[in-house]
């Protein structure tokens, strides 16, 4: 265990559902990330949030909307997505943004959008 | 793009052996990371280098960093069947963000 849970696990979702994710981080840390995770693709980093303030979105489209109510939890909230949504979303923390601190991961939501 | 490419993409070894891959990047950075993903599951933070050193230990991983030729290696030693896992190297920039690239997949065989 890394100190890192999402929930849920496994999600399948209709393109009309709307939908949430959660993260939780048990670690005191101060950074926490939302990354995207498709087969024979980079590790795509879409919100970055530090001490629940967003600091980097990447051009994330506006069907995924994150949100930040403490510096524990992390949502990503979801609605009309599509096919091509379907991946591996992973939640990471780290103790502050500055370089040289590692990432704890969660072991991650694989969502199916059909 | 600072993002750190690793090679090969896939490596299939015999447990025993020991399993070299390597991570090439483009611009300068401040320090290189290396994780491991099991199937389907989040990454963990193996090791860090940072661009004034040359190589670094820990247990069976030995890693370099060549800032020269842009270029950083993982090795494990003695490889088991419970390293079969995806790797990535992450590379720490002028961003705070560390950027990853694909990965390479190594299967070990017992």
């Known amino acids: 265990e890394t100190g890192v849970t999402q929930t849920p696990r496994h999600l399948v979702m209709g393109m009309t559902n709307k939908k949430s994710l959660k993260c939780e981080q048990h670690l005191g840390h101060n950074a926490m990330y939302w990354y995207k995770q498709s087969a024979k693709k980079p590790l795509e980093l879409m919100f970055v949030?530090?001490?629940?303030?967003?600091?980097e979105n990447n051009s994330v489209p506006s069907r995924f909307s994150p949100e930040c109510p403490n510096s524990s939890h992390l949502f990503l909230h979801l609605h009309t997505l599509q096919p091509e949504d379907s991946a591996l979303y992973l939640c990471a923390s780290s103790q502050d943004l500055r370089q040289g601190y590692e990432q704890y991961f969660g072991p991650g939501t694989r969502l199916t959008v059909t | 793009s600072q993002q750190g490419e690793e090679d090969p993409q896939a490596l299939s070894i015999q447990e025993g052996e020991n399993a070299t891959m390597n991570c090439s990047y483009k611009t300068s950075i401040n320090n290189l990371q290396w994780y491991r993903q099991n199937s389907g599951r989040g990454l963990v933070h193996l090791i860090l280098?940072?661009?004034?050193?040359r190589e670094k230990h820990s247990g069976r991983l030995r890693v370099t960093l060549d800032t020269s030729k842009k270029s950083s290696s993982l090795l494990i030693t003695a490889s088991r069947a419970a390293d079969t896992a995806s790797y990535f190297c992450?590379?720490?920039?002028?961003?705070?963000?560390?950027?990853f690239g694909r990965g390479t997949s190594l299967i070990v065989h017992p």
């Open positions: 280098i940072r661009s004034n050193e």
């Open positions: 992450a590379t720490g920039g002028g961003s705070y963000i560390p950027t």
């Open positions: 949030y530090s001490l629940e303030e967003r600091v």
